[in-house]
């Protein structure tokens, strides 16, 4: 079943954290090593801000409690970032948390950055330093899922059960930057 395994390709297209619930599916199906999918996901959480997960891995992995001195360098260094960013947004924090406080914001953004600004040391520079999770070619993550399919004869073949089959669909998607007021409804039918 190994051999038609798609999650080398698909995984390239994929932001990695999507990635992750592919190989747990995978992983439940043992069509691969234990091994093999620690390696992977160890692959996989290089780069990452999550050092502590691929740190738990790496022990699982080697059966003992010692990690690589470069995974417990790049945790001091994500450990550091994340308090100093802590800290830089610690009173618009504050003032997000305090429903009182959010019902002053008003539908007028220059009213609302100054206002920010004056009471909570909001600076908006900051703001537009923040980077998205986007891939080098295009493409932002935003929370989205994955969804694997397959055709209802290899499903047939697998033994798995056809949970519903797309029939038709629509793509009605639009550059959010240009429709901010009307977000892109995609249409589609699904026969279940």
Request: proline letters at 5%; charged letters at 25%; glycine letters at 4%.
């Amino acid at each position: 079943m190994a051999e038609h395994d798609l999650t080398a390709l698909m995984a390239a297209q994929l932001d990695r954290h999507l990635v992750f619930p592919l190989l747990e599916f995978l992983q439940e199906r043992q069509l691969y090593s234990e091994p093999e999918f620690l390696e992977a996901k160890i692959r996989l959480l290089s780069g990452t801000n999550m050092v502590d997960y691929a740190m738990d891995i790496h022990k699982s992995l080697d059966g003992t409690d010692d990690v690589p001195e470069d995974m417990v360098k790049r945790r001091a260094e994500v450990v550091s970032r994340l308090r100093s960013l802590e800290e830089a947004a610690a009173p618009l924090v504050a003032f997000l948390k305090n429903p009182q406080l959010v019902q002053e914001l008003r539908p007028d953004k220059q009213y609302n950055i100054h206002m920010l600004q004056e009471r909570y040391q909001f600076d908006p520079a900051k703001l537009k330093k923040l980077r998205l999770s986007f891939k080098e070619n295009g493409g932002a993550c935003d929370g989205a899922a994955a969804l694997v399919l397959l055709s209802g004869q290899k499903a047939q073949e697998l033994g798995l059960q056809v949970l519903a089959r797309i029939r038709g669909y629509a793509d009605a998607a639009q550059c959010v930057n240009m429709n901010l007021g009307n977000p892109a409804n995609p249409s589609f039918d699904i026969d279940t």
